[in-house]
Nanobody, 121 residues
Framework: QVQLVESGGGLVQAGGSLRLSCVAS????????MGWYRQAPGKQRELVAA???????NYADSVKGRFTISRDNAKNTVYLQMNTLKPEDTAVYYC???????????????WGKGTLVTVSS
């Protein structure tokens, strides 16, 4: 069984920084694209940043230049470094990954349970 667990959320003042981590565990053969999404109260979940297994990245326009996504394939971990945080970045941040299980011939997407980021003004 595959599991994604996020950590690193919390309360920070505007202009501050946080680093989110997401670790994939379980019966894993390999991991494809990984990404971070967020959902603010009353809004739809949106893509924040994504990274391929080869390291190619893409970002939402709202976070370009402030957030950096990275991954450590040896540790099955994806990170999101968030700098110059703004109150509008307040949301629950979810990790997503496309994972090929060790006992399956096909992969599927998995979600973590989310970590709350609150940015005060």
């Amino acid at each position: 069984q595959v599991q994604l667990v996020e950590s690193g959320g919390g309360l920070v003042q505007a202009g501050g920084s946080l680093r989110l981590s997401c670790v994939a565990s379980g019966s894993i053969f390999s991991i494809g694209p990984m990404g971070w999404y967020r959902q603010a109260p009353g809004k739809q979940r949106e893509l924040v940043a994504a990274i391929t297994s080869g390291g190619s990245t893409n970002y939402a326009d709202s976070v370009k230049g402030r957030f950096t996504i990275s991954r450590d394939n040896a540790k099955n971990t994806v990170y999101l470094q968030m700098n110059t945080l703004k109150p509008e970045d307040t949301a629950v941040y979810y990790c997503n990954a496309f994972i090929y299980g060790a006992t399956s011939s096909s992969g599927m997407g998995y979600w973590g349970k989310g970590t709350l980021v609150t940015v005060s003004s």
